[in-house]
């Protein structure tokens, strides 16, 4: 397989383009040379054969060649919302998500969140987050990177215009059901997926979201980790849509 790599640019048949530092990092590290195949894509879907055209010493130039109109998506358009799980584990999560085919991702501060991230400081690890989800599709093959949207309470988020399609919420209350196998019909139509920080949704932050049109859902009898529960969701989701 070619060397896979995301350009912030419009790419188009012919041109002849600079690659973006870390992408001309990326060629320096693998020693490639002139006439060596790369594979570029941009995030508006498919990806693109290129050839490496002239090596700098902190620049790289190549000319994009063939568009392939290859796509790794899920069905539908998963977006998972989440309390931000503590230390270093976010990374790991966004990781895995963008392998496993999320759309979106909307961090989110809430009652029981260790992690307390605001103004700068959040923007600064969304944009660190945003660029491991662009590695993640790297590596696993997907032309369109998931977006990491901007930290908001759990108030702010649910005060934003609903997306239409399936509203799920992880839940330890009694009355919760199975994750459903069945997922929306049309299969394009979105999931929105809705799990806690460390220690769950509080009482008052459930019966919120439960009145914003969540539906309570388990994951089975064993109660996992806040950055392992997102990533079963999604994986659930994926298998059913596949059928």
């Known amino acids: ?34 006439g060596a195949s790369v594979t570029l894509f941009d995030g508006r879907g498919g990806q693109w054969r290129a050839q490496v055209l002239q090596m700098g010493r ?8 063939e568009h392939e109109p290859l796509e790794r998506e899920l069905p539908m358009p998963v977006t998972l919302a989440l309390g931000v799980p503590a230390n270093d584990r976010m990374d790991s999560l966004v990781e895995k998500a963008a392998e496993l085919g999320v759309a979106a991702i909307q ?4 009652e029981r969140s260790v992690l307390r991230l605001a103004d700068e400081r ?5 944009a660190h987050w945003q660029a491991v989800a662009v590695s993640a599709c790297e590596q696993c093959g997907r032309n369109r990177v998931p977006v990491l949207l901007p930290m908001r309470t759990l108030h702010e988020w649910l ?21 459903p196998r069945a997922v929306p019909s049309p299969l394009s139509q979105p999931v929105t997926f809705l799990s806690g920080p460390e220690g769950g949704l509080s009482s008052v932050e459930e019966a919120t979201v439960r009145d914003h049109g969540f539906m309570p859902v388990t994951l ?4 996992l980790r806040a950055d392992t529960a997102p990533l079963a969701a999604l994986s659930w989701l994926g298998v059913s849509a596949l059928g």
């Open 1 to 34: 397989m070619n060397p896979r790599m995301h350009v912030a640019l419009a790419l188009s048949a012919g041109a002849e383009i600079d690659l973006p530092e870390a992408a001309a990092r990326h060629v320096q590290v693998l020693r490639l040379q002139p």
């Open 58 to 65: 902190r620049s790289v130039s190549v000319q994009v060649l």
């Open 122 to 126: 959040a923007a600064r690890k969304v």
């Open 159 to 179: 005060q934003l215009d609903a997306e239409p399609g399936q509203r799920l919420v992880l839940s330890l209350a009694a009355d919760t059901q199975p994750l």
């Open 107 to 110: 961090p989110l501060l809430m």
């Open 220 to 223: 089975g009898s064993r109660v």
